[in-house]
């Protein structure tokens, strides 16, 4: 167990090292000179174009070596400094993204659980039962083939516009001031139910899918068919395929943090709901490169913590790893 | 040989997912050719002065709000699409190849590597990294855009080929192949590779999806291509433009239409082929 955290914990940090360079070097090596189209926004004068210019290259540190850059950019993120926004100038970026991040645990968290728990039940249920197989698992195709922003899109029209029983923008009503009082903890859940429930419908459709895939594959096994033989009841049967089906798809989970983080980016946008998917596209519509910086930053951390969540359940699920035996995910 | 391969293609005409995905694909890639011949417009083309129209027989898909022909961009956003996901589900496959076959059939420090490499890039999110790429980018076009997506989307492919391969590597005939002095790219090209063109096939499949969705995601936050048309864009510039307030509904459900149905005929038809590749899945 421990050289399987061991090597977990590697992978991790080099990830961690690996991603804070890659946001690092982009800004620096692409074309274009950020402090440049910064002040060419500007519109100034030839004379203050310099003085500015000089004033923002030493205020951003880039007057230094290359390396000694480098050096200071894990100094600051050590310290918590990612940097002044500019979008939302002069609030610091780690304090604009905090305000940011529990609207995405919020959203995120309830989505990915019970997407997760409800598609593997259900996919389990589906798998050879020709009547569901038949009708129902269509539909999960469709869903996990359906492009995040667009069932949110969808969704946002049938129940905002046409119907008109949701709303669909924002984390609240706008004429409301965050509060601790009934109205206000309805008016975040009728705010919180159409994002929640585009990202809750994409999700399951891919584990049900998976799911009922994964138990076929084991009800072929040879110890499904040994249990059958001794005329245990199909329930058993399926119980024991359903322990082993999960596993795959408790991997397949961290594989799919990433594909996750996206799509509650563009459902964010979709439903302008104030996480960091919508302050991503904020930063990046008025270039602010800091604060994309930082967003890059924290979703690389998410996932990273995600996996590492995912990774103890995975040894409590499967005792193998636990006996030091290689499990799959080592 | 030849029977295995009728009875395979036996297997394939008889199996209704794959029959129902494939039919799905052919239509949306005759559309893509025959549809430029079906309209006269560019996709950018203000053709309707009078703005946002519903769909009528002059403007088949209606017209966006600034009198552009939506069929039209329509046309030349699965064009795009296609051209995503076979540039970028390719670019992607390639490479998970290689990492996977060197790493499966080397091992030792090679498979270290290569593995410890595989498993980072599979954790980042690798959106995250192409957002900041796009973001950085001032001119981009599709192919620059796939290139960026293949480049990102081949550690699980790598990581499934690298186990494929563990297992095929000490069969007795790659045995005999290595005993009789061939060389190892030789042994990897001509023992092991054909054992697995099925699951190669559908590595590739799984790829294109993955890289039309990813596409789609990146062109919708406004990151896609700066000089063209693409299905994605179509949804960005709908919801940029209010088509949900104002109930435009024929500008964004058509783009998103296309690609459910293109990505999800792609995943019923691989569904389908591993039933035929893999007699225990079919159904009794």
Known sequence: MRRYF?????????????????????????????????????????????????YYTRAFGLDVPIWQQYLNFWNALFHGDLGTSVYMFPQPVTKVIMRAVPYDIFLLLPAILLSWYAGN??????????????????????LTATPYMWLGILLAWVFGIVLGVFPIAGAYSFALRPHLSWTFIRSVLHHWFLPFASLFLVMFGGWAIGMRNMIIYELEADYSHYLEALGAPRRLVRKYAFRNAILPQITGLALQLGVIAAGALVTEVVFSYPGIGYLILAAIQNQDYFLIQGCFLFII?????????????????????????????? | MKLMRSEILYFALRNNKLRVGLTIILFFLVLTFVGPMLTHYDPYDYVNPNGAQPPSSEYWFGTTMFGQDVFTQFIHGLKATFLVGVVGGGLGTLIGILVGFTAGYRGGIFDEILNMLTNVVLVIPTLAILLIIAAYLEVRGILTESIFIGCTAWPWAARAIRAQTFSLRSREFVDLARLSGMKPRKIIFTEIAPNMMSYLLLVFILQFGGAVLAAATLDFIGLGPTNAI???????????????????????????????????????????????????????
Not at chain 1, 35 to 45: D, G, P
Not at chain 1, 306 to 323: E, G, M, Q, S
Not at chain 2, 263 to 282: C, I, M, Q
């Open chain 2, 230 to 284: 693409s299905l994605g864009l179509m949804m960005n510039y709908a919801v940029l433009w209010g088509a949900l307030l104002l109930g435009m509904w024929w500008w964004f459900i058509p783009p998103g239409v296309a690609i459910t149905a293109i990505v999800g005929a792609l995943y019923v038809a691989n569904v389908g082929l591993d039933e035929v590749f893999n007699p225990k899945l079919r159904e009794m």
């Open chain 1, 121 to 142: 039940h259900f996919g389990a249920f589906a798998a050879r039962t020709k009547w569901l197989d038949n009708t129902i698992l269509p539909v999960g195709y469709i």
């Open chain 1, 301 to 330: 951390i998410g996932v990273l913590l995600a996996n590492f969540a995912i990774d103890i359940a995975y040894v409590i699920v499967d005792p193998r790893t636990r006996l030091g035996m290689t499990g799959e995910a080592a």
């Open chain 1, 6 to 54: 061991g090597r977990k914990l590697l992978i991790y940090i080099l990830t961690f090292f690996l991603a804070v360079t890659i946001d690092w070097l982009i800004p620096r090596f692409m074309p274009g000179n950020p402090v440049q189209t910064m002040l060419s926004r500007a519109a100034l004068r030839a004379e203050a174009v310099e003085v500015m210019y000089g």
